[in-house]
């Protein structure tokens, strides 16, 4: 019942900005941390950023200063800012929510599909 739908991936040249965006539907009691994963090719999927409830977030090391992550409780979506982009974040995103469906029910990892976001000149 519960999808994650991302927007806002595609091609940009190196320095160039993109904002992603998720927004989670379905029937949803309540939604604890979000996050962005992101995979590149021939290599493991990482966290890029994550974000609580509270709006405490932490960002991977490679994406500090550059990427913002923040979350609209009210819409159940969660976005990442992303500036100064550079070839090495191509990749695809994925954007993560743990959310509880019913009240007596523990918290599930859900996933979106994945949006491509291409750095290159």
């Known amino acids: 019942q519960v999808q994650l739908v991302e927007s806002g991936g595609g091609l940009v040249q190196p320095g160039g900005s993109l904002r992603l965006s998720c927004a989670a539907s379905?029937?949803?009691?309540?939604?604890?941390?979000m996050g962005w994963y992101r995979q590149a090719p021939g290599k493991q999927r990482e966290l890029v950023a994550a974000?609580?409830?509270?709006?405490?977030?932490n960002y991977t090391d490679s994406v500090k200063g550059r990427f913002t992550i923040s979350r609209d409780n009210a819409q159940n979506t969660v976005y990442l800012q992303m500036n100064s982009l550079k070839p090495e974040d191509t990749a695809v995103y994925y954007c993560?929510?743990?959310?509880?469906?019913?009240?007596?029910?523990?918290?599930?990892?859900?996933w979106g599909q994945g949006t491509q976001v291409t750095v290159s000149s």
């Open positions: 379905g029937y949803i009691f309540s939604i604890n941390a």
């Open positions: 974000i609580s409830r509270g709006d405490n977030t």
């Open positions: 993560n929510a743990r959310i509880r469906q019913y009240t007596i029910t523990p918290y599930y990892d859900y």
